[in-house]
């Protein structure tokens, strides 16, 4: 592929090789370049020739794909190829579906990052369909009334409850309990996270206006996460405020979680939104310490109160030497700033005697309790 003057030529010509090339191996194939950069591979070929063609077919396919980021290397051509490769035998298949595994294997070669091939398998049709059907029916949960709160305490050093985060849950009528793991980062994709969001912030108001009627529960602090996509709606100060007023909650018992990747936006607009809702008596955390792009800055000009380490380095804190070097340096961190440490995850009385050892004394974990429905909360500890 040397000689060619222009990327656009060198693709064309990319094309017309491979296809050449794979008349050789296989019964028939089919090249096709869909865009300017995106390619798919149809290959047929019968029972026991489908290994080789497709061996051959990966070889070939990489070396294009070796000399093309070479040539993009020495030539500083801007060019890339994604090739997504199918195979199938004879004639039973539609040619339809053949072409939508073709083109789910080169979303996912795109998806790599560009330059890459990836041959179509089942389990990818299987995760692009479970997607598409999950994400239909996150569309009705709301409506239908299968989104709930669940809540998880936070206990201090003394072992006394003195707050309480409040975590989604979806109740999926086929599926049944749906993690938000799986259903929040699909929410903030397709923006369905707006709407939810704001139901989660209104039930858990809602909850703390209640506390706030009641001695006993009068002084818990209830964490609501809110995802960064709707923090930064532009009328979110007023949202929040709206539902204070409308639930009467107390401001000063509400903490919103946010996460470092909200940090690094727009920075100024942030503070400020935060600065707003922090001038109602509303307090901040910052969630998932150190799993993020921590930047030292933010904790310095950011208005936070509260720190939560990231339950991946509470796991091995007892085991791991580096995990309990980022945990000590965490709470001495949050300790000189003076924000209050959390630490999450704590599922062992040893991990908890360490941070209690370490200067940290706010905890969450299932030593204390899962996240549970409001009605078995102050049961389960
Ligand atoms: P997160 O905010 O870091 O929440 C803590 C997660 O750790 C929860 O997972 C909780 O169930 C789990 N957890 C608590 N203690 C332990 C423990 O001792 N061991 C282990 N292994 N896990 C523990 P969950 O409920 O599945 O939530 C996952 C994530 O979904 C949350 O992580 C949060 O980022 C997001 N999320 C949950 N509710 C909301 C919400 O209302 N809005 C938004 N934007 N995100 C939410
Ligand atoms: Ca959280
Ligand atoms: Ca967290
Ligand atoms: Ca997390």
């Known amino acids: 592929i040397q000689g060619h003057e222009s990327g656009d030529q060198l693709l064309i010509s990319v094309a017309v090789q491979l296809q050449q090339l794979l008349n050789k191996v296989a019964q028939d194939a089919t090249v096709a370049r869909v865009s300017s950069d995106e390619f798919v591979v149809l290959l047929n070929a019968l029972g026991e020739r489908q ?131 799986t259903f929040i980062p699909l929410a903030e994709e397709n923006g369905l996270i707006v709407p939810i969001g704001h139901w989660a912030l209104k039930s858990a108001c809602e909850q703390l206006a209640k506390w706030a009627a009641q001695p006993a529960y009068s002084s818990l602090s209830l964490s609501v996460n809110v995802s960064s996509v709707q ?62 792009y921590s930047s030292l800055s933010y904790l310095k000009r950011l208005p936070l109160d509260e720190l939560k380490i990231d339950q991946s380095f509470i796991r091995e804190l007892l085991t791991d030497k580096t995990d309990a070097a980022i945990v000590d340096t965490t709470i001495l961190l949050a300790v000189s700033l003076g924000l209050t440490v959390v630490a999450e995850g704590v599922e062992k009385k040893e991990q908890l005697d360490w941070l209690r050892g370490h200067g940290c004394y706010r905890y969450q974990g299932y030593l204390f309790g899962r996240p549970t429905p409001i009605e078995y909360l102050f049961e389960t500890y």
Do not use: C
């Open 51 to 181: 290994n080789e063609a497709a061996l051959v077919t990966e070889r070939v396919a990489r070396q294009l794909l070796e000399a093309i980021s070479q040539l993009r290397n020495d030539r500083e051509l801007p060019i890339s190829a994604s090739i997504g490769i199918t195979l199938f035998s004879g004639v039973s298949h539609s040619m339809n579906s053949v072409l939508q595994q073709a083109d789910i294997a080169l979303q996912q070669a795109k998806a790599a990052g560009g330059n890459k091939l990836r041959f179509f398998n089942s389990d990818m049709q299987t995760s692009v369909l479970e997607r598409a059907s999950l994400e239909g029916d996150l569309h009705q949960a709301l409506a239908r009334n299968e989104l709930a709160l669940h809540y998880q305490l936070q206990v201090d050093h003394h072992g006394a409850t003195v707050g309480v985060e409040a975590l989604l849950r979806w109740y999926h009528p086929q599926r049944g309990w749906v993690s938000p793991a």
């Open 231 to 292: 923090f930064q709606q532009p009328d979110f100060v007023r949202e929040v405020e709206g539902l204070l007023a409308e639930t009467q909650a107390p401001a000063s018992r509400l903490v919103l979680e946010v996460t470092e990747s909200l940090l690094m936006r727009e920075p100024t607009r942030v503070r400020n939104t935060m600065l707003r809702l922090r001038a109602r008596g509303i307090r901040f955390a910052l969630d998932d310490f150190g799993t993020g």
